[in-house]
Nanobody, 122 residues
Framework: QVQLVESGGGLVQAGGSLRLSCAAS????????MGWFRQAPGKEREFVGA????????NYADSVRGRFTISRDNAKNTVYLQMNSLKPEDTAVYYC???????????????WGQGTQVTVSS
């Protein structure tokens, strides 16, 4: 059974940084793509970025490209979302997700974490 557990959310001032972690368990993820999504109050969930676990290639939404970076640590079975130059509009619940396959451009994911709150104050 796949389990995804996010951590690292919190309150930060605009311009600051946070690093979210997603601890993955339940299987070997080398043939998986790991994604990050976010959902702000009253808005639909939106794609943030994704990483191919084995190849390491990534894809980002235009709204975060150049500010956010996704990486993974194979030894720890953990995926990270480094968020820099945070803006108030980045405030949302951030979710980690997993899907089998190799494309970092597909947006449908099977497994989801419980989410972690990120709040950026102005």
């Amino acid at each position: 059974q796949v389990q995804l557990v996010e951590s690292g959310g919190g309150l930060v001032q605009a311009g600051g940084s946070l690093r979210l972690s997603c601890a993955a368990s339940g299987r070997t993820f080398t043939s998986y793509v790991m994604g990050w999504f976010r959902q702000a109050p009253g808005k639909e969930r939106e794609f943030v970025g994704a990483i191919n676990w084995s190849a390491g290639n990534t894809n980002y939404a235009d709204s975060v490209r150049g500010r956010f970076t996704i990486s993974r640590d194979n030894a720890k079975n953990t995926v990270y979302l480094q968020m820099n130059s945070l803006k108030p509009e980045d405030t949302a619940v951030y979710y980690c997700a997993a899907r089998s396959g190799s494309s970092v451009y597909l947006r449908e994911y099977r497994y989801w974490g419980q989410g972690t709150q990120v709040t950026v104050s102005s």
